[in-house]
């Protein structure tokens, strides 16, 4: 069984650009989520995505998107990046949209300079 | 608006102690609350939940207890052991949110002394 796994591990932006976060989900598992972990701070939900619809987004704007893939693996996509939107960008999995324990990858790291 | 609160940064426990880690939420909807642990360079790991119809769940040196009336829950971990130094998270959702939304604390960085 294999977990979730991200890539990049660590990204260097500028302003003004766009980037595309990956993640794969655990085996067996048919719902992503994305988090935002800034520093200091706990993760904030930003969309889920369940059998390839987005289903509940978090308070972010639009220039967050995403996908889902038939295999369920996912991206994050934002464009215009700004300095505030370094973090750290979880992916996590889960088998159903509904309650349940969810599974995070290790996270990629983003530095907009 | 924090709708998830862990009061305390951080906290410091001898080997063998009991660890007392809480948590306070504002949210009425919420009826699902999980604990999650983080080491530095890594993903949240799931660690115990419970759900607002239970006040306690158990699990080996970990117990999570739920307070509805007070909006408080707490994780104990007895003994406490150096390996469970790290970063705990406190997270919520509801059932009628809609989707899997996790609402976290803040998080407290838990350090256990030899």
């Known amino acids: 069984e294999t977990g979730v796994t991200q890539s990049p591990t660590h990204l260097i932006k500028t302003r003004g650009q766009q980037v595309t976060l990956r993640c794969s989900s655990q085996s067996g598992h048919n719902t992503v989520s994305w988090y935002q972990q800034a520093l200091g701070q706990g993760p904030q939900f930003i969309f889920q995505?369940?059998?390839?619809?987005?289903?509940g987004r978090g308070n972010f704007p639009p220039r967050f998107s995403g996908l889902q893939f038939p295999n369920y693996s996912s991206e994050l996509n934002v464009n215009a990046l700004e300095l505030d939107d370094s973090a750290l960008y979880l992916c996590?999995?889960?088998f159903g949209p509904g309650q349940g324990n969810a599974f995070f990858g290790q996270g990629t790291r983003l530095t907009v300079v | 608006d924090q709708q998830v609160k862990q009061n305390s940064p951080s906290l410091s426990v001898q080997e063998g102690r009991i660890s007392i880690l809480n948590c306070d939420y504002t949210n009425s909807m919420f009826d699902y609350f999980l604990w999650y642990k983080k080491y530095p360079a890594e993903g949240p790991t799931f660690l115990i939940s419970?759900?607002?119809?239970?006040d306690k769940n158990e699990d080996g040196r970990f117990t999570v207890f739920l307070n509805k009336s007070a909006k408080h829950l707490s994780l104990h971990i007895v003994p406490s052991q150096p390996g469970d130094s790290a970063v705990y998270f406190c997270?919520?959702?509801?059932?009628?949110?809609?989707?899997?939304?996790?609402?976290f604390g803040t998080g407290t960085q838990l350090k256990v002394e030899l």
């Open positions: 995505y369940y059998r390839e619809e987005e289903n």
């Open positions: 996590a999995s889960s």
């Open positions: 997270a919520a959702s509801s059932s009628t949110g809609g989707g899997n939304k996790l609402t």
């Open positions: 419970i759900s607002s119809i239970k």
